[in-house]
């Protein structure tokens, strides 16, 4: 059966037919089919992934095919089935008809060509909007097992018949189902802040039209926007009889939204006019640099022609290729200063954004990540900025305007000429639809590399120890990084070996001897004309290949530019209009009703009161993950609480200055943090006027000044090195110059060796005396002594009272400390 131009292009770009035989008919409803079918070949190849579809040929009776959509319900590769499902329309297309007669041995064909999938946007978005009808539903349904089960989920469909109600929905713990009547699918659409939403609308033609208006109207960008009609209501056949226009009632002012896939477009939206103008610029550039080759052309056929009269044109042709050049170079020069102003700017406002942020953003992150922020990610945006632009106009605007030229002269030649590069087109289309999968997942591979990288650099001693052989670590996935780039690039060599063989000028000045040299023998064209052509028509492929190679660099640019818009776009530690200095007693801490989660859904801490008595010692104990660290982490302010408030002196953490509380509250956590610089310099962070004497003082009492006096230039020695205990005492030192009201130890005593623990224990002891002190304590014996002893389990105070106490009484506190024991 014929096919048309649809099914031509689909076999010109590598389509495979599939056969599929019916197994099995389901009425779920009157109105609704689902057929099972045999499908011995379907799953041979690249995976079948979540809400993928397919292009099902069905024939219309006239011996014609008709290509349509339907996304697989329930594939099963072990079984090689794969299911369909048909919404019965009145009157019936093709497909429908094709379905209401189908029976257990009928046969049809599809194809998976250009298919593609449902796939969690990223960065994840706020919520998800499923606009459709009862057509919709296998997408629907299958949007719903694939989105994550914290994700709110709103489903908007229309009711064409009371049967559509009774068509399965897939559950899912936070969706909502809404069926509103006929074409009133926008008025349905809250005008309420949509920001970060993602849009999913399909259905009937005039109402997935509507639809789609409505969401840009709420702001919604084409980005978080999927839309596509299923059908045409009256549409049957060959009929179109529109369905009736929705009805579009005033609608209020809808506020703006921002969504996060924007980030990139919100960083580049200030360089958008200058690209523009550059971009213009370079068409003319382009131009210009291509006009001295016509004149040479016509300066060259002149002299053919016996015309010795060709000064000016030779002047003509030198004058323009010097101003092409010192345009062309003035260009590049601009956009070079430009991306210089644009890279210093995006710095600077990265690293002032660094410098508002939660501390705990840093915790969770890494250093790896900020220094993506600032110098990687800011560098890739170099060739976006001052390349791209150029790189594809020039790529566009120079072989259209040869083309044109070269039509002037000989259509039939220049079509000939447009073979190598209808293949090289054919061919890239090709590669890049296969490789659609293999892109995110390469994106997937190259951040785990790096992360195994540093995880094996920190770790080289142990990898180096044990002999870590071709089956962990670092080398382990750069096996398999490999392995995924054989099995991609393998299946491709052969066409990037065609692309470059088309794309090379030896191939175009081939085809124009070969065809001109015809064209010339059969007096269809004049030997001279052959000229522009072999100056010319050699052109096409290498700028066409630099382009295509280009592309690659504009995609690394984009994901960066997102990341740092993503990043300027991270919620801040609110900072207060006015800040207040503590009241009272400002060595007093109070957490109130405090409650945390990291990710909005899963409470860390819950209503969690708790005061810390002015120059007493609190101890915090608890299984692992009780929420210890965390509730100390809010004292940091690394966070601000999701519920409830921290107040210092009767002032909640918020309005105070960060400099007010850092000054107030000094920290020593588990892990050690060294600056470079001197030993000196490392101590006096905490005060950086502090005098030498000040910072031996603080050296001492925490028990590191002997050692320190051993180094090679004690004090002022840099690049120094200090085991994990050592390295403990040192930050205590620093704590201890600091002179804090309040002290918070997240288990300071960990690293510490038994003999230099003692001393240390020692200067804490003399440091309480009139000092609030938080210990977080994962060793029961090193708080027998607190004055205060608060037990957490579940996030939640469990016990409190002294170690006596807490003894005497039958609770975790007894059962951790008998563990212990």
């Known amino acids: 059966m014929a096919r048309g131009y649809g099914g031509a292009v689909a076999k010109a770009f590598g389509a495979r037919d599939h056969t599929l035989t019916v197994a099995e008919v389901v009425d779920v409803t009157p109105r609704y089919r689902r057929i099972v079918f045999d499908a011995p070949t379907f799953f041979d190849g690249q995976p079948v992934e979540p809400a993928a579809w397919v292009r099902m040929w069905v024939p219309d009776g006239t011996g014609r095919e008709h290509q349509r959509g339907y996304t697989l319900v329930a594939p099963d590769p072990d079984a090689r089935r794969v299911s369909l499902e048909f919404l019965m329309h009145e009157p019936a297309g093709p497909a429908c008809a094709w379905a209401k007669a189908a029976a257990p041995g009928a046969t049809v064909e599809v194809t998976r060509w250009a298919s593609t999938h449902f796939a969690v946007p990223e960065p994840a978005p706020a919520g998800y909007l499923l606009i459709g009808d009862a057509a919709s539903l296998p997408g ?59 849009a999913w609308v399909t259905g009937e033609h005039s109402t997935v039209k509507q639809a789609k208006a409505r969401l840009k109207e709420l702001g919604f960008p084409p980005a978080d926007t999927h839309g596509r009609a299923y059908w045409r209501a009256g549409k049957a056949m060959g009929t179109d009889r529109e369905a009736p226009a929705a009805h579009q009632p005033d609608k209020p002012q809808a506020p703006a939204g921002r969504w996060r896939s924007q980030a990139g477009s919100r960083l580049l939206a200030p360089l958008r006019s200058k690209l523009i103008l550059a971009g213009v610029l370079q068409g003319v550039v382009s131009l210009l640099q291509l006009a001295p080759y016509v004149v040479l052309v016509e300066l060259c056929r002149r002299l053919l022609a016996g015309d010795d009269d060709v000064t000016g044109l030779g002047l003509l042709a030198l004058t323009l290729l010097g101003a092409g050049a010192v345009l062309a170079g003035a260009l590049v020069v601009a956009m070079h200063v430009l991306d210089a102003r644009f890279g210093h700017r995006v710095r600077v406002d990265v690293v002032d954004k660094l410098s508002r942020m939660p501390l705990g953003w840093f915790a969770e992150r890494g250093s790896g990540r900020v220094k993506q922020a600032v110098q990687d990610d800011a560098a890739s945006l170099h060739y976006l900025v001052t390349h791209a632009v150029l790189d594809v106009v020039a790529a566009l605007v120079t072989p259209l305007a040869v083309l044109v030229y070269l039509y002037t002269v000989s259509g039939w030649l220049t079509t000939i000429l447009l073979i190598p590069l209808l293949v090289f087109a054919v061919l890239t289309a090709r590669m890049v639809q296969a490789s659609t999968a293999q892109l995110a997942q390469f994106t997937v591979w190259e951040e785990r ?43 491709m060599s052969s066409r990037k070996t065609v692309v470059d063989l088309v794309s090379r000028p030896a191939t175009s000045l081939l085809l124009i001897v070969a065809a001109g040299g015809g064209l010339v023998a059969a007096g269809g064209l004049r030997a001279t004309d052959l000229l522009p052509f072999l100056l010319l028509g050699v052109t096409f492929g290498a700028q066409l290949l630099a382009a295509a190679y280009g592309m690659g660099s504009v995609r690394e640019a984009t994901a960066a530019a997102r990341r740092i818009g993503l990043l300027l776009d991270e919620p801040e530690l609110a900072a207060p209009a006015r800040p207040r200095t503590p009241g009272g007693d400002r060595h007093e801490v109070r957490f109130e009703g405090v409650g945390f989660s990291y990710d909005g859904e899963h409470r860390v801490l819950r209503d969690v009161d708790l005061t810390l008595a002015p120059g007493t010692v609190t101890a915090l104990v608890g299984p692992s993950g009780a929420g210890k660290s965390t509730l100390a982490a809010l004292l940091a302010r690394f966070h601000d609480p999701s519920a409830g408030r921290i107040t210092l002196g009767g002032v909640d953490l918020r309005d105070l200055a960060p400099s007010q509380l850092y000054t107030t509250i000094s920290f020593v956590f588990q892990d050690v943090a060294l600056v470079r610089g001197t030993v000196h310099d490392n101590i006096a962070l905490a005060r950086p006027g502090a005098t030498r004497d000040e910072v031996e003082r603080a050296a001492r009492a925490a028990g590191i000044h002997e050692r320190i006096t051993r180094l090679p230039d004690g004090y002022d020695t840099t690049g120094f090195r200090l085991s994990g205990g050592e390295a403990q005492r040192l930050t205590i030192a620093r704590a201890l110059l600091a002179d804090p009201a309040v002290l918070v130890l997240d288990e300071a005593t960990a690293y510490a060796d038994p003999e230099s623990e003692d001393a240390v224990q020692q200067a804490l002891s003399r440091l309480v005396a009139g000092r609030t002190v938080l210990v977080i304590a994962h060793r029961l014996h090193t708080v027998t002594g607190a004055d205060a002893i608060v037990v957490l389990d579940g996030g939640r105070v469990a016990q409190r009272g002294t170690h006596e106490e807490l003894l005497a009484h039958p609770g975790l506190y007894r059962e951790l400390w008998q563990v212990a024991a």
């Not at 709103?154 to 009371?162: D, I, N, Q, T, W």
């Not at 069926?179 to 949509?194: F, H, L, M, Y």
């Not at 044990?466 to 490999?482: C, E, F, N, Q, S």
């Open 449 to 491: 590399v790096g992360a195994e990288a540093v995880a094996h650099l920190d770790g080289l001693a142990v990898v180096r120890a044990y002999d870590a052989g071709p089956a962990g670590g670092l080398r382990a996935t750069l096996t398999r990084r490999a392995a995924f780039l054989e099995a991609w690039q393998r299946p």
């Open 140 to 198: 629907i349904n299958a949007i719903l097992a694939t989105v994550p089960p914290t994700a709110p989920v709103e489903v908007l469909l229309e009711v064409y018949h009371e049967d559509d109600r009774r068509i399965p929905i897939t559950p899912h713990p936070r969706c909502t189902v809404t069926w509103v009547g006929p074409s009133t699918i926008a008025e349905a659409i809250d005008g309420r802040d949509w920001s970060d939403w993602y």
